[in-house]
């Protein structure tokens, strides 16, 4: 099983050079400790911010500049601010090109929950809404089942909605899963030491396997 | 040039009375309007709906006005840093209408600059969804949303001066622009106000014409939500 820091190793594998990246709270912000340093990408903070750095030293910590974890946080070298309707427009008109987010559920078709559980939690969507409805290429971090052993990978979604068929693919502590288009997880790379018999049993929605699926490798 | 001065906030949300619908400026605790929110506990106004991104948490910011029940409807995208306001929601106590980020942010742009409406692909196929008018635009699904206004629209900028020229700091712009065009009443609270001709006019974020009041506030506390720092 992957801890969070191989979860966002392994997401880091998927980014590519020149682009736009927006990430979530939790595992996906961790996924910024592990983009090679030979790509040139740059980050995005809903809350108005192109271009954010690494935490500040304790001497610059500055409370007028956070990320959309409420973090303190640094600006690199040509970073650019801006309001909330001019992010999301960034958002909503197709200009960042990778979001990656955390889930509760997501669906064999691309169906992703995240925001709400009804009776007992009700936190918000946040930009989680508008980030699913626009990103060119969505990835989702998760655990593969929740703390009881249930199954997060599911036909359809149990709790509300965040977005559909919006999910392209899925980083789990088991497996790399892709959506299919016609329905299904496709099994693409299993964890070290686990098999495809155990993710199997742990996916409730459809998985589809093709041929040997390969272990997951880190540099 | 015409003067927008106000001595304090006391004077500048003096005629802020119960019932009334505010915009409050902010991110977490960044770019709040402090001292508006401290003059508002005092008055202890009631039945007020706000519109925020956040709630604040619950000792500071707008969580405040949670503790004393000044709240009846919360207008936001994201209040999960904040316990009393869940247990307020979860109970009935107060109501909530959850925004998608974009869309309130695009509401409020749309307030102010005299859009009625518009269509955006955040919620479609969720709850959000419910009730609001679909239609399809070049293959891809959209609802329609409606525009924000309030009575008094409260941001806090960086420097503004006696004519509410107003420049942010940092993340701390994020909702502050949007709500200064979309308040009936503007109320601008800035650390430093300047005297005329002291701002350069290209670096203007917020024209004064969109602010009624301004005032220099005092003792920003600046609260920090996550202080992570590099070793």
């Known amino acids: ?219 | 040039m015409i003067l927008k001065t106000v001595k304090n906030a006391e004077e500048a949300v003096a005629d802020i009375s119960n019932g009334a619908m505010l915009m409050m400026g902010g991110f977490g605790l960044s770019g709040i309007p402090e001292n508006c929110i401290a003059a508002l506990l005092k008055k202890e106004v009631r039945d007020l709906t706000i519109v925020s991104n956040n709630a604040g948490v619950d000792d500071f910011g707008i969580g405040l006005f949670l503790q004393k029940r000044m709240v009846k409807k919360m207008i936001s995208s994201y209040v999960g840093e904040n316990d009393e306001f869940e247990r307020q929601l979860l109970s009935g106590e107060l109501e909530v209408e959850l925004v998608p980020q974009g869309t309130l942010a695009e509401r409020i742009r749309a307030g102010g600059a005299g859009i009625p409406a518009f269509f955006t692909p955040a919620g479609v196929g969720t709850e959000v969804a419910v009730g609001k008018e679909i239609r399809e635009f070049n293959g891809k699904l959209y609802l329609m949303e409606t525009a924000l206004t309030a009575d008094f629209a409260l941001v806090k900028a960086w420097k503004g001066d006696t004519a509410g020229n107003l420049i942010f700091k940092g993340t701390a712009r994020n909702f502050n622009p949007m709500m200064a065009t979309a308040g009936k009443i503007t109320i601008a609270e800035v650390e430093e106000l300047v005297p005329l001709g002291s701002l350069d006019p290209n670096a203007i974020h917020t024209p004064g014409i969109y602010v009624q009041r301004i005032f220099q506030g005092e003792k920003y506390e600046k609260r920090i939500e996550q202080r992570t720092v590099t070793p």
């Open chain 1, 1 to 219: 099983m992957l801890t969070k820091e191989q979860i966002a190793k392994r997401i880091a594998k998927e980014v590519e050079h020149g682009q736009y990246i927006n990430l979530g709270i939790g595992i996906p912000t961790l996924v910024a400790n592990y983009i090679p340093s030979h790509l040139d990408v740059v980050l995005q903070s809903e809350n108005g911010l192109l271009g954010i750095g690494p935490f500040p030293k304790e001497a610059d910590v500055d409370p007028d500049l956070i990320n959309a974890g409420k973090q303190t946080i640094s600006m690199l070298p040509g970073s650019a601010i801006f309001d909330s309707a001019q992010s999301f427009a960034m958002i909503r008109g197709g200009h960042v090109h990778l979001t990656i987010l955390g889930a509760m559920e997501v669906s064999e078709h691309g169906d992703i929950a995240n925001w709400k559980i009804p009776g007992k939690m009700v936190k918000g969507m946040g930009g989680a809404m508008d980030l699913v409805a626009s990103a060119k290429h969505i990835i989702v971090a998760m655990q593969h089942c929740s703390k009881d052993g249930q199954s997060k990978l599911l036909p359809t979604c149990s709790l509300p909605l965040t977005g559909i068929r919006c999910v392209k693919k899925i980083v789990t502590d088991l497996a790399v899963l892709e959506i299919d288009p016609e329905g299904g997880f496709v099994l693409l790379e299993r964890a070290p030491g686990i098999t495809v018999e155990e993710i199997k049993a742990k996916t409730a929605g459809k998985l589809i396997v093709k041929g040997e699926i390969p272990e997951m490798t880190f540099d």
